[in-house]
């Protein structure tokens, strides 16, 4: 057994607050993470930002993940100080290109400078116009597959020439689901031929373009696994990785929203999202939920070969996407 390998390298945690409090710096020293997750509840300028990030990278290392949600339109964690973004519908309906692109390279600059590496950006998910899918409103750029490829690109591709991560999401496609998984399980009852022909043309697209990451979410398609969510099935991610050839890290979307399932089994839902074939799982806050899980998989580590092998491989993983920061 090597003994050197740290389930912890499975884990995206948050924290509450402007700086972590002392129960998560312990958390941090015993199991350290792959990286962090900040929320709007983290930030108040990009000088209060840069020290937090300064910080958090003294205690963990430069290559540390620092991650967050800074899409165009409604999905924006930090707002004062950064520039502001039209919602997709306005920058289709005004054909702006042009203008998007300054956003999303301004956007880019300023995660840059504070340190940030990892936007979870573009989202990709294609909204036909003649439905309401709530958890999408002034999210998306609508149902056209190959422009919202071309957005994405153009965020990707900004986001590159800074440095910065992005994650293409949510796997395997929000576009025509129902319910919000911040709330409750998402339910799509799109044929399997429906996703491989229209909902995975822009994830193959991004794939193409070198996305960095790709992210799930609970979501559950009985075309795809009749069973499981997407957090937790082996069949979805498999479909990733053989119907969209995705050789990157997979992430899941945060564990601690309602749509996961119980929060007070965090532990056993992020090991089973692990041996579904995720490489990291988010948890944004609960400090003590996190510590639960980050023991399971330590003991899990010690007991179980497959899983100890798991962790091995991941570890290469998450090693050759740090490698890109350093780079």
């Not at 937090?52 to 339109?73: H, N, R």
């Not at 956003?103 to 439905?131: F, Q």
């Not at 009749?226 to 990157?248: F, H, Q, V, W």
Request: charged share 25%.
């Amino acid at each position: 057994m090597n003994n050197n390998i740290n389930p912890g390298n499975f884990f995206i945690l948050g924290f509450d607050g402007i700086r972590p409090d002392d129960n998560f710096l312990r958390l941090m020293e015993s199991h350290p993470p792959s990286g962090f997750l900040l929320m709007d509840w983290n930030y108040k300028n990009p000088e209060q930002l840069k020290s937090l990030v300064s910080y958090l990278k003294s205690i963990a290392g430069d290559d540390i993940l620092i991650a967050v949600d800074q899409e165009p339109g409604r999905v924006q964690r930090f707002k004062n100080g950064f520039p502001e973004s039209k919602l997709p519908s306005e920058y289709l309906k005004d054909n702006t290109i042009d203008e998007y692109k300054i956003w999303c390279g301004r956007t880019a600059s300023i995660l840059a400078e504070v340190g940030i590496n990892l936007n979870l950006a573009p989202a990709i998910d294609l909204m036909p116009m003649d439905r309401d899918f709530p958890v999408l409103n002034g999210r998306s750029f609508g149902g056209d597959s190959e422009r919202v490829a071309m957005f994405a690109r153009v965020l990707m591709e900004e986001h590159k020439k800074k440095g910065v991560l992005t994650c293409a999401k949510h796997f395997p496609g929000l576009g025509a689901a129902e319910h919000d998984p911040h709330e409750t399980m998402s339910i799509s009852r799109e044929p399997l031929q429906r996703f491989e022909d229209y909902h995975w043309y822009p994830f193959k697209a991004a794939v193409d373009s070198g996305a960095d990451m790709v992210m799930t979410t609970h979501l559950f398609a009985p075309a795809l696994d009749n069973e499981k969510c997407a957090t937790y099935s082996k069949p979805i991610i498999s479909y990733l990785r053989n119907d969209i050839g995705y050789t990157g890290p997979v992430i899941s979307d945060d564990l601690y929203m309602k749509g996961a399932g119980q929060q007070d089994q965090l532990d056993q839902l992020s090991i089973k999202s692990i041996q579904a074939g995720h490489n990291l799982v988010i948890i944004s806050r609960e400090t003590n939920l996190q510590l639960e899980a980050m023991k399971k998989a330590s003991s899990l580590f010690e007991k179980n070969e497959s899983f100890r092998r798991a962790a091995m491989e991941n570890e290469k993983i998450i090693e050759k996407l740090k490698s890109k920061i350093r780079s």
